[in-house]
Every structure is written in C-alpha cells, then in structure tokens.
C-alpha cells in the first residue's frame, strides 16, 4: 500500500516562506500524479498544484501561481512545495496526494492516497 506523509508545516509570518515535503513510502510503481490541496476551517479541499513523478509536468493553481513552487526528487520518493511571499489567506492544513496517472488534475476526486497533512499558519 502507498503511504504519504507530508512534513514542514509551521507558523511564519506574513512574507516569509516555507517548504513542505511530502514522502511517499511502499514502492509505487508506474508513473504517479503528485498534488498538493489545501483545507480551510470549514471549507473543502482547494487545489495547489501537482507535478508527474516521471516527466514533471506541472499545475497550479490561480490563488498560488508565481508564489508556490511545486518539485519532486524521485531517488528521495519525495515532492517538494516551496512557498514564498506568504500571505495571512494562505493559512491551511496541507495535503499531500498521489494517484496513477500522468494527466495534471486540479479535482481532489482524481487522487485515491493523501497524507494526514501538515498545518500552516502564517501571522500577519
């Protein structure tokens, strides 16, 4: 069975940056969609970005683009989500998923394995 497990979260303040990491452990196989998703309090999942294990294709999504930086080491099993110019908003728990696929999805629905994710709060 696949197991993800996401790590890095904190409190930072507002401009700051932080970088999560989301390891995957029992040896996937094929290639696999990485993705990251976020959760406000009483909200649903919001799409952040994914990247193809294989051939790192990325997406983002519109709330993030050109502050996030979604990348993957595959010898390490692990995708990276490098965030920068944080902002209060941006305030979530953070999910790692994977699901085996190549094509880039932006629904929640499309990915079967997610991490229990990893907090973020950012300060004004």
């Known amino acids: 069975q696949v197991q993800l497990a996401e790590s890095g979260g904190g409190l930072v303040q507002a401009g700051g940056s932080l970088r999560l990491s989301c390891t995957t452990s029992?040896?996937?196989?094929?290639?696999?969609?990485m993705g990251w998703f976020r959760q406000f309090p009483g909200k649903e999942r919001e799409f952040v970005a994914c990247?193809?294990?294989?051939?790192?294709?990325?997406l983002y999504g519109d709330s993030v683009q050109g502050r996030f930086t979604i990348a993957r080491d595959n010898a390490k099993n692990t995708v990276y989500l490098a965030m920068d110019a944080l902002k209060p908003e941006d305030t979530a728990t953070y999910y790692c998923?994977?699901?085996?696929?190549?094509?880039?999805?932006?629904?929640?629905?499309?990915?079967?394995?997610w991490g229990q994710g990893t907090q973020v709060t950012v300060s004004p």
């Open positions: 029992g040896r996937p196989s094929g290639d696999f969609l």
């Open positions: 990247i193809s294990r294989y051939v790192g294709k990325t």
């Open positions: 998923a994977a699901v085996q696929r190549t094509l880039p999805s932006a629904h929640e629905e499309d990915y079967d394995h």
